[in-house]
């Protein structure tokens, strides 16, 4: 187990806008804010999402779509740094128009109807995501920048 004690900093309330990339856009705020550790939690509704599922046998990632208007019933990740950047891991679950869920890994090419996000920095030193040889994943790592 690793573990990191972060001290709560502020809180940013971001919308985006219709058409935009809702990965892109929460990372460009991220990026632009200086944010290299947050929680982050939004809600809204999508026209399109583009998902991934982690294969842990395979250990790739497995993409799909769902073309069409979706709620987001819930989003919930995190930022912390990769490669020196803000990097924003993030899942969603969504519902259709007959209530039928689907969810997963958020991938670019999730397109914005209506959404609103909440970021919540955390203060400390930044969580440096790591290649794990376990799960051949980038994951927060003993690394702490700074």
Known sequence: MISYR??????HLVRLNTGEDLLEGITSFASDAGIEAAWLTYLGAVSRASLRYYDQD??????????????????VGN?????DEPF????????DAAGNAVGGHLNSGTT??????RIQELLGPALVREPDDCT?????????SK
């Open 6 to 11: 972060m001290e709560p900093g502020s809180i």
């Open 88 to 95: 924003v891991h993030t899942h969603a679950a969504f519902a």
């Open 136 to 144: 051949a994943l980038s994951l927060w790592g003993g690394t702490l």
């Open 58 to 75: 395979e250990r790739v990632y497995r993409d799909f779509e769902v073309a069409e208007h979706l709620e987001v019933l819930s989003g």
């Open 112 to 117: 914005v109807w209506a959404l609103e996000v």
């Open 79 to 83: 930022v912390s740094l990769l490669d």
